[in-house]
């Protein structure tokens, strides 16, 4: 029996069991995944009695090992964001290739980047090699039959931003882009359905300098505006022209096949392309709906009090975003992209 | 009865100690001069255990100490160990009246229970009873053998005669009897005192029972098995009807030499579950 055989299998969370980092895999061959966030794609899985069931549990080591005997593609994209900003539509857009494998915001990278070097149980050389690993072992296919694998993206979560140094020793070669998007209308949107990172205690003691008892007491939307605040300021500060590519909202839904294609250097075949089209005319995360823009709504929809949360916490940080985007702004869009690849 | 007496009052007193899964404690006692007194007590006080969707017939029980309020002697009920008294059973055994007063503590329901051979008590949890809550329960095997297999969280208890056992089952645990002679332990409940508490501290893990023949375990090498395995992956991973799945597990089990039972595979779905939802809680 070779152990180290994981053909067919997928590393879907990492978790800590007597003392070391563990791999739980479940057998999934070549089917795409197209829900809009990875876990959910998982979740569906787990209907099914052999997922619960017969599931693989394996030290962390069996996973490198298996990266090293079957490598797959690395990620020729990485997109950060700042959250309610149009990430899902990109990503759902770039899924509706079968040559792409798009991975999004799936939890076990955010264990990686996050909770696997407080744990103490591995260093940062080890965390690179897992984030390697992990999507290696999902950017492979195991039936012959399948579409060929051409490119792979891959969504963090929007308060990942600040672990930008760990991406780039993981993937150096991976073109990033950094999506943004005024802050009111983000800081509004989370107001009215608040995602759960916005709760205190789920990031652990996120403000600096804060402990977790003064992040619960905090007034709600002020904690909001802190959080999303320091994630706009880590974009401006992790901002590296050499291979991020800056949108924001309003040069959406267009820059997907311009931009931000070209900048990932990937000829997306021109069937998929079509399909592309057609979906991002729908909402990003509910693709039933058609997409009606909604900035005006959500600023009428502020406060005073809201306003000037984020004037004093985010704007300045979005302020320079935009200062970046000015600065390093490609010399024009381009429309005939395709000419322009090999 | 005075306001501090009152239940309302009396919820769990104990010391909260972390972390305690299965403790193997340091009493022994005489098993057999127990179970001579136990044989002795007329039939007629044994009643099939109240929790009759979780086992299969076979889970029997005695009380020895019982509180007026419960519904029946044998439930254990939120009152504290003042409000339960000793049953006219413990009265005439009194070997296991001298264990418990060895062990001092403030006990609350106290019985008798026993496994029919060839029966089974399925996967269940008892909320709350736990050390992290202040709450213990407590087994004295008095009859039991290699072929008994207590399992808790998927680990198998090495649970012998005479032995005084602390069982987290506030976690999912189950047992199977394929002895050929009925299981019989003394289940005792109580909080946790400074006495208990340093009880915890000086116990140990048990010496481990034979491997080989454990139904978990030969589960376990099944599944090895399957994953390395494509035909049997494929084969397996393509039954979407649970009840057929776990039919066709067993099965193909046996064939390639694994003695497990549908209910290590119902085990296995409610772990693999667990594991995957219980990553969520904060």
Known sequence: MDSVNFSGWRP???????????????????????????QHGIQSQMQHPFHLA????????????????????????????????????????????????????PAPVDFLLRQALPSGLIDKAQVVRALRAWVSAWAQRCDSASPRLESVSIKLDAWNTDKAPLVADAWPEARWVFLAREPL???????????????????????????FQELALM?????????????????????????????????????IETDLLAHMRWQMPADDRARMRERITRHGKHPHQAYVPDTETKHSMASDHLQSLTAQWIAPHYQRIQDLRQSYRPAASHPLVEEALP | MTPLESPAQAQPQG??????????????????????????????????????????????ALALRSAPEAPIDVVPVDVPAS?????????QCPTLRAMLDTMALPWKSVRLMQLLPGCEIKEHTDAGVCAARGEARLHVPLQTGEQVFFHVDGERI???????????????????????????????????????????????????LPDPSDPWSQFIRFRDFVGADAEHSARLSAITNTAEFVQESVRMGQDAGFQFDASDVESAMKAGRRAWVEQWIL
């Open chain 1, 185 to 211: 209308s983000v800081l509004v949107s989370q107001m009215r359905e608040r995602a759960f990172f916005l709760v205190p205690g789920t990031l652990g003691a996120c403000l600096e300098g804060l402990s």
């Open chain 1, 54 to 105: 017969f599931r693989r549990q394996t030290p962390l080591h069996d996973l490198l090992a298996w990266h090293e005997r079957s490598p797959g593609l690395d990620p020729s994209l990485v997109i950060f964001h700042v959250s309610r900003c149009g990430s899902t539509l990109i990503t759902q857009a770039l899924a509706e290739s079968p040559h792409h494998l798009q991975l999004s915001e």
């Open chain 2, 158 to 208: 090495p649970l012998r005669a005479g032995e005084c056992w602390y069982v987290d089952v506030s976690r999912p645990h189950r047992v199977r009897n394929r002895g050929s002679q009925t299981r019989v332990h003394l289940v005792a409940d109580t909080s946790v005192d400074m006495r208990l508490f340093e009880a915890f501290r000086s116990s140990d893990a048990g010496e481990p």
């Open chain 2, 83 to 91: 409000g339960y008294a000793d049953t006219p059973a413990l009265e």
């Open chain 2, 15 to 60: 010391v909260m100690v972390q972390g305690m899964q299965t403790a193997r404690l340091p009493w022994r006692f005489d098993a057999a001069a127990a179970l001579a007194e136990v044989n002795a007590l007329p039939s007629s006080l044994w009643r099939t255990h109240f929790n009759e969707g979780r086992h299969d017939g076979g889970w029997q």
């Open chain 1, 219 to 255: 007034p709600h939307e002020l904690y909001c505006a802190r959080v999303l605040g320091d994630i706009y300021g880590a974009m401006a500060r992790e901002f590296d022209p050499a291979r991020t590519l800056l949108l924001d909202h309003t040069e959406l839904p267009g820059a």
């Open chain 1, 12 to 38: 879907i969370r990492f978790y800590i069991a007597k003392g070391q980092v563990m791999v739980d895999w479940i057998r999934m061959l070549d089917e795409p995944m197209r829900e809009p966030f990875f």
